[in-house]
């Protein structure tokens, strides 16, 4: 297969792209505005494969998204190419609302005008596979709230079933192409699976983020900021689980059908600083316990209380569990940031010094 790729050079884009070039026959055009996220850096490792090519190319441009599908022909789109961070959106709503939304349109019309002129059987065969979040779902009860019960499965999970009820700009913008990308089904009769994901992690993320913020502070000696309490509660995935369950979606996958991809990973916020303070405890040690770093703040607005992921259709329709724990998966991550502490230099300009967004 030809598998056109946007947002390759992002953090689950370029995951997906190592994932193919490395373990499958298939090739990727890479599709990438290359944002303050996107980073060519993350894909050292197969830029010199035949397999793989890169199109500097924003995908509401819909001129350069023709030339682009005309040149290359690919048999699927797997679309990753979004705004992602919630503080972000907070702080600037514009981008979410241009990328995720125009964006998606901009690349649904430019697939549909492609499809079009397939042959019957290679329109059957065509995806279009659009990545999207759990946080599209709103939130669920937290144990807190509930009685003191624990994170178990008597407490309730997002399905592929669960209404929709954004709560930030940024989900509010996915919820928004995931309608799209359905409508598009419906009315077009353009091929179209949808997947929801729960919190990522691994290599190559950049440093807005929870783990990767944490483990460059901690390194630094700076404050390791927490929400609140830090009791908030999310699914954790490691991202090369994810690269592999994507994957599995786009060939294997049902047309019309949306699959829920989660880690079976739920952590409080609290807990998941307090495990990566241990691992720097025993990889880096000083004299002072990095927990000690730690600093609660002013929680964000509108902040969601817990994500959970019931991910059992894509166990049973398409024979995927993720590999990672979330010990091994973090301590994996852990380690690589110490030992990539260039790539964090690099993609770290002078816009972005880990500062505190979305007040």
Same mark, same amino acid.
């Given at each position: 297969?030809?598998?056109?790729?946007?947002?390759?050079?992002?953090?689950?884009?370029?995951?997906?792209?190592?994932?193919?070039?490395?373990?499958?026959?298939?090739?990727?055009?890479?599709?990438?505005?290359?944002?303050?996220?996107?980073?060519?850096?993350?894909?050292?490792?197969?830029? !010199?494969?035949?397999?793989?090519?890169?199109?500097?190319?924003?995908?509401?441009?819909?001129?350069?998204?023709?030339?682009?599908?005309?040149?290359?022909?690919?048999?699927?789109?797997?679309?990753?190419?979004?705004?992602?961070?919630?503080?972000?959106?907070?702080?600037?709503?514009?981008?979410?609302?241009?990328?995720?939304?125009?964006?998606?349109?901009?690349?649904?019309?430019?697939?549909?005008?492609?499809?079009?002129?397939?042959?019957?059987?290679?329109?059957?065969?065509?995806?279009?596979?659009?990545?999207?979040?759990?946080?599209?779902?709103?939130?669920?009860?937290?144990?807190?709230?509930?009685?003191?019960?624990?994170?178990?499965?008597?407490?309730?999970?997002?399905?592929?079933?669960?209404?929709?009820?954004?709560?930030?700009?940024?989900?509010?913008?996915?919820?928004?192409?995931?309608?799209?990308?359905?409508?598009?089904?419906?009315?077009?009769?353009?091929?179209?699976?949808?997947?929801?994901?729960?919190?990522?992690?691994?290599?190559?993320?950049?440093?807005?983020?929870?783990?990767?913020?944490?483990?460059?502070?901690?390194?630094?000696?700076?404050?390791?900021?927490?929400?609140?309490?830090?009791?908030?509660?999310?699914?954790?995935?490691?991202?090369?689980?994810?690269?592999?369950?994507?994957?599995?979606?786009?060939?294997?996958?049902?047309?019309?059908?949306?699959?829920?991809?989660?880690?079976?990973?739920?952590?409080?916020?609290?807990?998941?600083?307090?495990?990566?303070? !241990?691992?720097?405890?025993?990889?880096?040690?000083?004299?002072?316990?990095?927990?000690?770093?730690?600093?609660?703040?002013?929680?964000?607005?509108?902040?969601?209380?817990?994500?959970?992921?019931?991910?059992?259709?894509?166990?049973?329709?398409?024979?995927?569990?993720?590999?990672?724990?979330?010990?091994?998966?973090?301590?994996?991550?852990?380690?690589?940031?110490?030992? !990539?502490?260039?790539?964090?230099?690099?993609?770290?300009?002078?816009?972005?010094?880990?500062?505190?967004?979305?007040?």
């Amino acid at each position: 297969m030809k598998i056109l790729i946007t947002g390759g050079a992002g953090f689950i884009g370029s995951a997906v792209i190592r994932h193919i070039i490395k373990n499958t026959n298939d090739s990727v055009i890479n599709v990438d505005k290359l944002t303050y996220a996107g980073n060519l850096e993350s894909l050292i490792s197969v830029e !010199n494969d035949n397999r793989y090519s890169f199109e500097h190319v924003d995908i509401c441009d819909s001129i350069e998204l023709e030339r682009v599908f005309r040149s290359y022909r690919p048999d699927a789109v797997m679309h990753l190419a979004a705004e992602s961070h919630v503080d972000r959106s907070i702080t600037g709503p514009s981008d979410f609302i241009q990328t995720n939304i125009v964006g998606t349109y901009t690349l649904l019309e430019a697939t549909r005008e492609y499809w079009n002129t397939l042959s019957a059987d290679s329109k059957k065969a065509f995806r279009f596979h659009h990545i999207s979040t759990d946080e599209v779902y709103g939130d669920l009860p937290h144990p807190d709230d509930l009685d003191g019960l624990s994170l178990s499965e008597e407490l309730p999970l997002f399905t592929e079933e669960s209404t929709y009820a954004p709560s930030s700009p940024y989900s509010a913008s996915k919820a928004s192409s995931d309608h799209l990308v359905r409508s598009w089904l419906r009315t077009y009769g353009l091929p179209t699976i949808i997947t929801n994901c729960s919190n990522n992690y691994g290599p190559y993320h950049f440093p807005e983020k929870l783990i990767p913020l944490v483990i460059l502070n901690a390194l630094e000696g700076k404050q390791l900021p927490i929400y609140g309490k830090g009791d908030q509660i999310r699914d954790w995935l490691y991202v090369e689980d994810h690269a592999c369950a994507l994957y599995k979606v786009v060939t294997q996958g049902k047309v019309g059908e949306t699959y829920n991809i989660g880690g079976h990973n739920e952590k409080k916020n609290i807990e998941v600083v307090n495990t990566i303070c !241990n691992i720097l405890d025993i990889l880096v040690p000083k004299d002072t316990p990095y927990a000690d770093q730690i600093n609660f703040v002013k929680d964000r607005p509108g902040h969601d209380r817990r994500y959970a992921i019931d991910a059992t259709k894509m166990s049973n329709e398409l024979n995927w569990l993720p590999k990672e724990t979330f010990e091994t998966g973090l301590r994996k991550t852990v380690e690589w940031y110490l030992s !990539n502490q260039n790539w964090c230099q690099h993609v770290q300009d002078g816009s972005y010094q880990r500062e505190r967004l979305g007040i």
